[in-house]
């Protein structure tokens, strides 16, 4: 028993570890934001409307630009086995938040897993070990990995390419990157373009073998998110190449706030890979081999910064590739740590990932508390009362608040019933007779 123990925690030992940092966060903080809300009322309205398409949120709240369904179509299939005894237990329907972002998390950390395993196979299991180290002691990436943005769905297609390029099947490495492009983030074709040129210039890849590969990817691809989405949208649609319109031939997205060109590299960067960011350096530095896989990741970091808008979730793809450079410098470290000029660096390098712990623990803190309104509404619903004149109990939920936490997921079954009507004077809202409004 104690043998079959040791080797469950040799082959999953890594996955706990990171499984349970990303299970504290869903757990604490399990509200999301307006980035996110699509792809959550996408999945509430799979999940509890199902065909009912007439239904769904987004008919009435499309946003700015169309997104895929594709990925909640995946996370909400995979929930719903959980969501569906949660009902017939009657069980509060925040409750499902919590499965469809533990599925989701879930996803990544299993492509992840594919990358780190081959990390192990081509360099060893101690720079696996040093990976692991480095992730669970940063903030961002487990804390995102649950969240649903286009670009985790993207992450985890990203990750699953990064695996298949270690282990040689670069093929199949474009075409997880060609339908992460196509469908959830055409901003992927950042990273595709320097990695694409930078195996046809090492002859790593044939070009025409390379080519047709990926035109089949993109023709699967294409066909299956126009097919998706042109039915639940209700008009022909590819969301992507109307984002990549709007985002990149308008460049609309600067009216979402600009930084300037250095902004990745001394704000995001730092902040995302906190110890592991000098250490990626040393890892080139190091390790010749390294160089040939930072390389392409770097460039996309680059071409990223010349778009005016920026946001760490952007280029949280990247981040992977940085925690194996810094784990292969970690591990270079660890191995001459007796040595005297490297018994300093190796006592730097404690004392960076113990910087990083207290880093992440203050991330975690003001995270905990960047979602007001989902407190605010459970607040309510845990004080809600009898109304005047009806026995139902209206609230209102103002742009804010819609912003800052609160999604379907949030809201409960009668008599509770909930109106997110938007530019509606004062006049207007007391002649509609709320019983409570939130702002």
Not at 217 to 242: H, M, N, Q
Request: with cysteine; hydrophobic share 50%.
């Amino acid at each position: 028993m104690a043998r079959k123990y040791d080797n469950f925690l040799e082959l999953y030992g890594y996955d706990l570890l990171l499984g349970s940092i990303v299970a504290f966060y869903v757990l604490m903080v399990p509200y999301t934001k307006v980035e996110e809300s699509f792809n959550v009322q996408a999945m509430h309205d799979i999940l509890y409307h199902r065909h009912q398409i007439e239904k769904y949120d987004h008919l009435e709240f499309p946003g700015v630009v169309p997104r895929t369904f594709i990925g909640a179509l995946l996370v909400s299939i995979l929930a719903s086995p959980v969501v569906f005894l949660m009902n017939l237990l009657h069980v509060p329907k925040l409750y499902s938040l919590y499965a469809v972002r533990l599925v989701l998390g879930g996803i990544v950390l299993s492509t992840l897993r594919f990358f780190r395993i081959q990390i192990k196979k081509k360099f060893g299991f101690q720079v696996e070990a040093f990976f692991v180290i480095l992730t669970a002691s940063q903030f961002h990436l487990l804390f995102y990995c649950t969240r649903p943005l286009p670009n985790i769905l993207a992450f985890a297609l990203v990750n699953l390419a990064y695996g298949f390029w270690f282990k040689g099947s670069l093929y199949a490495a474009l075409n997880c990157m060609v339908f992460a492009t196509l469908v959830f983030r055409c901003d992927i074709l950042l990273l595709i373009a320097p990695l694409g040129l930078e195996l046809l210039l090492t002859k790593s890849v044939s070009f025409w073998k390379a080519l047709t590969s990926c035109l089949a990817a993109a023709f699967l691809s294409i066909g299956l998110t126009v097919l998706v989405d042109s039915v639940i949208w209700k008009r022909l649609l590819w969301p992507e190449l109307e984002v990549f319109w709007f985002n990149s031939v308008l460049n609309r997205s600067s009216e979402w706030g600009t930084h300037p060109l250095h902004w990745y590299f001394t704000s995001a960067l730092p902040r995302s890979l906190l110890a592991a960011y000098p250490l990626f350096l040393l890892g080139v530095l190091l390790d010749r081999r390294v160089f040939f896989y930072i390389l392409p990741v770097l460039s996309f970091v680059l071409l990223y910064s010349k778009l005016p808008h920026k946001e760490l979730r952007f280029i949280i793809s990247s981040i992977p590739v940085f925690n194996f450079a810094a784990a292969v410098a970690a591990s270079r470290l660890y191995n001459n740590r007796k040595k005297s000029f490297w018994k300093f660096l190796y006592i730097a390098m404690l004392g960076l990932i113990l910087g990083s712990l207290a880093c992440t623990a203050v991330f975690f803190m003001a995270s905990y508390e960047n979602y007001p309104s989902g407190y605010a509404l459970k607040a309510l619903h845990r004080i809600g009362g009898v109304t005047k004149n009806s026995d139902e109990l209206r609230v209102h939920i103002d742009t804010f608040s819609a912003m800052n936490g609160i999604s379907r997921f949030c809201e409960y079954n009668y008599p509770w019933r909930y109106s997110k009507e938007e530019n509606i004077s004062l006049e207007n809202l007391q002649m509609k007779n709320f019983t409570y409004l939130l702002k």
